[in-house]
């Protein structure tokens, strides 16, 4: 892997909005390990930036695909870090093939530039890229490309497997910022449109199960 001084954290960092959960507007997605994983920071997603992410990861079985996850990092009023994605911008000027994705100097470079183009009043909180046929997991060199570009507490990483219809999010452990464990990965709540139903077809994340630990508003 290419190693670039650039940190998105360190270019792009915008105001905490203050908001309570929006648990009432959502579909929570619970992901098998959950009951062994820490709770923080929670993940919300739009239908649209779902629809883009998910339509981005089908593009390509062949090779791996991947991009930045962009949106909002809030926190409630008892200071819940929790983060809203929004959009996504696919990753260019990447070196990638069946089993690897490889983001680069001028990948980053790139993404910062249209970041400010198409979101200006938004932030990268995480990347995602896909697993085509390999199933849901970060590879050693996936681990190290988020500690390093990505070491925000609030940053987190979606891995999809096209093929499958498998997805899951992968999150620093709470009080341990740098740590990521592999393969257990948490699922998400699902932002849905005003009268519109769950568009979420990923296959191992299953709806609506309550969480050991409350939500916090």
């Not at 699922?187 to 005003?194: D, H, I, R, V």
Request: net charge negative; no cysteine.
């Amino acid at each position: 892997m290419t190693k670039s001084r650039i940190v998105l954290s360190d270019e792009m960092s915008q105001p905490l909005t203050v908001q309570p959960l929006p648990v009432e507007e959502a579909l929570r997605w619970h992901s098998e390990h959950e009951r062994v994983w820490h709770d923080w920071p929670e993940i919300f997603m739009t239908q649209h930036a779902y629809q883009e992410i998910n339509t981005h990861a089908r593009s390509d079985t062949g090779r791996e695909v991947g991009g930045m996850l962009v949106g909002e990092v809030r926190q409630t009023l008892d200071d819940t870090l929790y983060i809203v994605i929004e959009g996504q911008l696919p990753a260019r000027h990447v070196a990638h093939g069946p089993a690897h994705l490889t983001f680069t100097s001028d990948t980053l470079t790139d993404a910062l530039d249209r970041l400010e183009e198409r979101f200006p009043d938004k932030q990268v909180v995480g990347w995602y890229h896909t697993h085509p046929g390999l199933s849901v997991f970060l590879s050693s060199m996936d681990v190290w490309l988020h500690t390093h570009f990505f070491p925000k507490a609030w940053h987190v990483a979606l891995v999809i497997d096209p093929i499958a219809n498998h997805a899951g999010f992968f999150r620093y452990a709470n009080g341990q910022r740098m740590y990521l464990h592999p393969q257990q990965y948490v699922g998400f709540y699902e932002l849905a449109e005003p009268g519109m139903e769950s568009v979420v077809t990923w296959r191992n994340l299953l709806p609506g199960a309550a969480k050991e630990n409350g939500a916090k508003g």
